[in-house]
Protein backbone atom coordinates (compact mmCIF):
# COMPACT_ATOMS: atom_id res chain seq x y z
CA UNK A 1 0.00 0.00 0.00
CA UNK A 2 2.75 2.43 1.12
CA UNK A 3 4.67 2.19 -2.48
CA UNK A 4 1.25 2.76 -3.98
CA UNK A 5 1.23 6.02 -2.28
CA UNK A 6 4.87 6.56 -3.01
CA UNK A 7 4.35 6.30 -6.58
CA UNK A 8 1.52 7.86 -6.80
CA UNK A 9 3.22 10.63 -4.84
CA UNK A 10 5.77 10.45 -7.81
CA UNK A 11 2.91 10.71 -10.48
CA UNK A 12 1.50 13.82 -9.26
CA UNK A 13 4.41 15.71 -8.30
CA UNK A 14 5.99 15.04 -11.86
CA UNK A 15 2.72 15.61 -13.68
CA UNK A 16 2.33 18.87 -11.93
CA UNK A 17 5.43 19.98 -12.67
CA UNK A 18 5.64 19.10 -16.01
CA UNK A 19 2.59 21.35 -16.58
CA UNK A 20 3.96 24.49 -14.99
CA UNK A 21 7.52 24.46 -16.26
CA UNK A 22 9.16 24.34 -19.81
CA UNK A 23 12.08 22.32 -18.03
CA UNK A 24 12.55 19.09 -17.80
CA UNK A 25 12.34 17.30 -14.42
CA UNK A 26 15.67 15.61 -14.02
CA UNK A 27 15.56 12.47 -11.83
CA UNK A 28 17.91 14.14 -9.14
CA UNK A 29 14.79 17.23 -8.52
CA UNK A 30 12.61 14.44 -8.56
CA UNK A 31 13.86 12.67 -6.12
CA UNK A 32 14.91 15.96 -3.62
CA UNK A 33 11.03 17.02 -4.19
CA UNK A 34 9.69 13.41 -3.45
CA UNK A 35 12.14 12.92 -0.08
CA UNK A 36 10.65 16.34 1.26
CA UNK A 37 7.34 15.84 0.49
CA UNK A 38 7.68 12.38 2.17
CA UNK A 39 10.10 12.94 4.46
CA UNK A 40 12.33 10.67 3.66
CA UNK A 41 14.45 8.65 5.44
CA UNK A 42 11.90 7.55 7.39
CA UNK A 43 12.77 5.54 10.65
CA UNK A 44 10.84 2.18 11.12
CA UNK A 45 10.87 1.38 14.84
CA UNK A 46 10.21 -1.73 17.08
CA UNK A 47 8.82 -1.59 20.82
CA UNK A 48 11.01 -3.04 23.45
CA UNK A 49 9.66 -3.24 27.02
CA UNK A 50 11.28 -1.65 29.68
CA UNK A 51 10.42 -4.75 31.61
CA UNK A 52 9.32 -8.43 31.68
CA UNK A 53 9.31 -11.37 33.49
CA UNK A 54 10.26 -14.94 32.65
CA UNK A 55 8.02 -17.36 34.35
CA UNK A 56 8.55 -20.97 34.31
CA UNK A 57 5.32 -22.14 34.70
CA UNK A 58 3.92 -20.64 31.21
CA UNK A 59 5.86 -22.49 28.86
CA UNK A 60 4.09 -21.41 24.97
CA UNK A 61 5.09 -17.61 27.12
CA UNK A 62 8.67 -19.13 27.22
CA UNK A 63 9.24 -19.81 23.94
CA UNK A 64 8.39 -15.88 22.85
CA UNK A 65 10.42 -14.61 25.91
CA UNK A 66 13.69 -16.67 25.36
CA UNK A 67 13.22 -15.12 21.37
CA UNK A 68 13.20 -11.69 22.91
CA UNK A 69 16.02 -12.35 25.52
CA UNK A 70 17.93 -13.91 22.59
CA UNK A 71 17.26 -10.41 20.72
CA UNK A 72 18.28 -8.34 23.67
CA UNK A 73 21.28 -10.25 24.26
CA UNK A 74 22.38 -9.29 20.47
CA UNK A 75 21.64 -6.06 21.63
CA UNK A 76 23.39 -6.13 24.72
CA UNK A 77 26.55 -7.60 23.21
CA UNK A 78 26.55 -4.33 20.63
CA UNK A 79 27.25 -2.23 23.55
CA UNK A 80 23.47 -0.46 22.52
CA UNK A 81 21.14 -1.72 25.59
CA UNK A 82 22.16 -3.26 29.29
CA UNK A 83 20.17 -5.94 30.50
CA UNK A 84 20.00 -6.23 34.61
CA UNK A 85 18.33 -9.81 35.49
CA UNK A 86 17.24 -10.57 38.97
CA UNK A 87 14.34 -12.23 40.94
CA UNK A 88 10.74 -11.71 42.00
CA UNK A 89 8.05 -14.00 44.01
CA UNK A 90 4.44 -13.61 43.09
CA UNK A 91 1.97 -16.49 43.95
CA UNK A 92 3.45 -18.49 41.12
CA UNK A 93 6.92 -18.90 42.48
CA UNK A 94 9.90 -17.09 41.89
CA UNK A 95 10.04 -15.67 38.48
CA UNK A 96 13.00 -14.19 36.64
CA UNK A 97 12.59 -10.51 35.72
CA UNK A 98 15.16 -8.62 32.85
CA UNK A 99 15.12 -4.96 33.28
CA UNK A 100 16.36 -3.02 30.35
CA UNK A 101 18.08 0.09 29.81
CA UNK A 102 19.93 2.25 27.27
CA UNK A 103 23.60 2.84 27.49
CA UNK A 104 25.26 6.13 26.13
CA UNK A 105 25.82 4.73 22.74
CA UNK A 106 22.42 3.03 22.38
CA UNK A 107 20.29 6.35 23.20
CA UNK A 108 20.89 7.32 19.65
CA UNK A 109 18.63 4.71 18.34
CA UNK A 110 16.06 5.71 20.43
CA UNK A 111 12.82 7.37 19.30
CA UNK A 112 10.66 7.00 22.13
CA UNK A 113 10.57 6.66 25.98
CA UNK A 114 6.91 6.16 27.13
CA UNK A 115 4.91 4.17 29.55
CA UNK A 116 6.06 0.77 29.51
CA UNK A 117 8.32 0.61 26.50
CA UNK A 118 10.83 2.29 24.75
CA UNK A 119 10.57 2.91 20.69
CA UNK A 120 14.15 2.02 18.97
CA UNK A 121 14.92 2.69 15.82
CA UNK A 122 16.09 -0.55 13.78
CA UNK A 123 16.08 0.49 10.14
CA UNK A 124 15.21 3.72 7.84
CA UNK A 125 12.86 3.43 5.12
CA UNK A 126 14.55 5.33 2.09
CA UNK A 127 14.15 5.77 -1.78
CA UNK A 128 16.34 3.61 -3.62
CA UNK A 129 16.09 4.94 -6.99
CA UNK A 130 13.47 7.38 -8.55
Known sequence: MKYIQVAFAIAS??????????SKLTREEAEKIIRQAEHFPRPQAQ?????????????????????????????????????????????????????????????????GDGGNFYSIRVCDQDIKEV
Do not use: Q
Not at 102 to 107: M, Q, R, Y
Open 13 to 22: IAFFISCNSN
Open 47 to 111: DIAKEFYFKPWVLPHNANIRNTVDFLKELESKGIISIEEGTDEDMTGTNTKYTITFTDDGKKFLI
